[in-house]
């Protein structure tokens, strides 16, 4: 059905013809593409003895000859689908002969002089009298006619421009991969990983213009801390690359920000991104991070949007598959505004569909491919431009589906003939897209409905854990990042186990918390109102824990008690808690060990009896009274006694 519509407009937007060429000698159908295109002009601005360098078959000898067929330049966007995928074939409008006699042989290829002429009608030349995309077959036939190879290509008629007449277009590349954290938090990278972070970097280092890019800070830390050599220089030479030119942020790992927003998940949906921009800022120093944009390879719905929003995002660059559920006023080429009253101040740029699938599946010609693309692009610019568009109002963005480098040469090839074209301006769309109201608008459905479905949940609760438990870690302990790492993990979208990550995390959580053993007396006697009690916290970890200890009883106050005690690893602590009893008797005192932070706890709750025997206030003034009263009695009645032995000695004596 597609093929039939794209056929139909061709038919209606420029003639076609479906046999022989009206040429000096006959054209091919567009059916094979075997010869290789070395190098050739692309963008036409006065007249020229063009040079093609072509690769051809072994069967086309010196005997034999190559025919360039100058085609009806193209009419739209889509009739420039519908003859580049072969669906038609426009007429023929100049061809040149060349006998291969007169090729320049070298390096198995073989080089072809002609004349592109501008100005008007000559002999044995092409015409391109008009600005416009203009497909060009080449065919080579044998010495006795018979048609060897072909190929189609295209050729860039332009006048020169104004500036202001430039319409921003990108080349997007991106760098990502599932995590290369394992479950246990050690690193190991993957062998196709590898090679795409080495033809990321070929890309980079190739490229010669400003393009777009963003890679995953998950795998740019696992790169520089993994243990392979190899990986680390891997690492340097894409850190290299990518000096001096602008990268988005991105979370930590992929991450269905619809999805996360839905299960109410907003804070670790600003874990990701907050992890991302920390690892990028560390890793990358002086290399400029666009902070606002975010790169979407899911679809959004209005909840999303206004979360990333309020987190400091205000342009979205979305990529082909994300725009599925979207309701676009414009075209894909036109900027935009998410719909609502809100949101003016936002942009939207969408990449082209129709593009991606060209470098989804690039064949085995860059150079070809790369002038195809574009020479689209250029198709694409030219019909936005025709309809009123103003080019300040346009961004075109070419990408894969899934924004990744698929073929770094074609990437480079196709980058590089826009760079020289005159009416389009090669940017990083990274930076702040100015909009307002008279923007079109995109608009994003109210709900995708997509959630996390049973890993809500665990994820809900670990991060409750993670945040109370390491704040029971020193602050250099390395377990901080790597806990922060593995939850990331299991919350992104390109996680195949991610139910691993989190029971790996949690029980590495509950090992930390069962390190700790609280030691206490059964009961305690005081013989007085003050006094003090002593507890013993056990570490057996191998390296210091903090955690606040808590006492309390409904009889007893308590002063001195330390609001967080650091255990020394694989020592005992003592704790010393000074408390005041308000009255005698038996009572209960509960021993809590919680986390610094959200206090929660760490071991069971102890209790320790406390048994008061004090005397205190007016009854100590009367024991006292009384004592001296025994002891006044006491020394009077003994006084009274040795007066009475005195006395009957003297009587004895007479």
């Not at 073989?110 to 092409?126: I, Q």
Request: hydrophobic share 40%.
């Amino acid at each position: 059905m597609r093929r039939t519509l794209l056929f139909a407009a061709l038919v209606a937007l420029a003639p076609v013809t479906a046999g022989t060429a009206p040429a000096p000698a006959s054209a091919a159908p567009f059916a094979t593409a075997d010869i290789g295109i070395v190098a050739q002009p692309f963008h036409i601005l006065t007249p020229v003895n063009a040079r093609f360098t072509l690769r051809l078959p072994a069967s086309v000898t010196t005997a034999g000859r190559v025919e360039f067929h100058l085609h009806r330049r193209v009419a739209s966007r889509d009739s420039f689908r519908a003859i580049a995928d072969h669906f038609a074939e426009p007429a023929v409008l100049d061809s040149v002969v060349v006998p291969m006699t007169r090729a320049v042989r070298g390096n198995g290829t073989a080089s072809f002089d002609v004349l592109l002429n501008t100005k008007g009608p000559g002999a044995n030349d092409l015409l391109l009298d008009q600005p416009g995309i203009y497909p060009v077959s080449i065919n080579a036939y044998g010495s006795d006619g018979q048609l060897l190879a072909s190929t189609l290509t295209f050729l860039d008629r332009r006048d020169a421009v104004t500036p202001d007449q430039n319409v921003p277009a990108s080349v997007f590349a991106s760098l990502n991969a599932p995590a290369s954290r394992t479950e246990d938090g050690s690193i190991a990278i993957d062998d196709q990983v590898r090679v795409e972070v080495q033809q990321f970097t070929r890309f980079l280092a190739s490229v010669r213009t400003a393009v777009t890019v963003q890679v995953q800070p998950e795998l740019l830390e696992s790169l520089a801390d993994s243990p392979e050599i190899s990986d680390n220089q891997l690492f340097e030479s894409l850190r290299s690359a990518l000096s001096g030119r602008g990268i988005l942020i991105a979370p930590f790992l992929p991450v269905d920000a619809a999805a996360l927003v839905h299960d109410g998940l907003t804070p670790e949906l600003t874990a990701q991104i907050d992890l991302g921009e920390r690892t990028l800022n560390r890793l990358l120093p002086g290399v400029t991070i666009h902070r606002s944009t975010w790169v979407s390879r899911d679809s959004l719905d209005l909840g999303s949007v206004a979360t990333l929003s309020r987190l400091g995002i205000n342009s979205f660059l979305m990529l082909p598959g994300s725009v599925d559920d979207t309701q676009r006023e414009k075209a894909a080429g036109y900027l935009s505004r998410p719909s609502g009253s809100v949101n003016t101040s936002m942009s939207v740029i969408s990449a082209d569909d129709a593009l991606a699938s060209t470098l989804d599946s690039p064949g085995a010609n860059t150079v070809r491919d790369g002038i195809r693309i574009a020479a689209e692009v250029l198709a694409g610019r030219d019909e936005l431009i025709a309809e009123g568009g103003s080019p300040n109002d346009i961004r075109l963005l070419v990408s894969s589906s899934s924004g990744d480098v698929t073929d770094p040469d074609l990437m480079v090839s196709a980058a590089s003939y826009l760079s020289n074209s005159p009416g389009i301006s090669m940017q990083d769309l990274g930076g702040l897209q100015a909009v307002n109201e008279r923007f079109p608008a995109t608009v994003f459905p109210p709900s995708t409905e997509r959630t996390l479905g049973g890993l809500r949940s665990p994820i809900e609760q670990t991060r409750r854990e993670l945040a109370a438990i390491e704040s029971m870690l020193p602050p250099d302990d390395p377990r901080h990042a790597t806990w922060n790492e593995l939850l990331a993990v299991a919350s992104a979208s390109n996680t195949a186990n991610p139910s691993d990550y989190v029971n790996s995390l949690r029980s590495d959580l509950r090992r930390v918390t069962g390190a700790v053993t609280l030691v206490t007396p059964g009961t305690v006697t005081l013989s007085s109102r003050n006094g003090s009690i002593r507890l013993q916290l056990r570490n057996a970890e191998d390296s210091s824990l903090l955690v606040r200890v808590v006492v309390a009883s409904p009889k007893v106050s308590f002063s001195g008690q330390p609001d967080v005690v650091e255990l020394l690893p694989g020592s005992t602590t003592d704790v010393k808690i000074s408390l005041s009893a308000r009255t005698n008797g038996r009572f209960p005192i509960s021993v809590r060990v919680l986390t610094p932070v959200d206090r929660v706890q760490v071991v069971p709750p102890a209790v320790v009896t406390a048994r008061v025997t004090a005397v205190a206030g007016l009854g100590q003034l009367v024991s006292v009274t009384l004592l001296l009263l025994l002891l006044a009695w006491w020394w009077g009645s003994r006084r009274r006694t040795l007066r009475a032995a005195g006395a009957e000695d003297t009587v004895s004596d007479q």
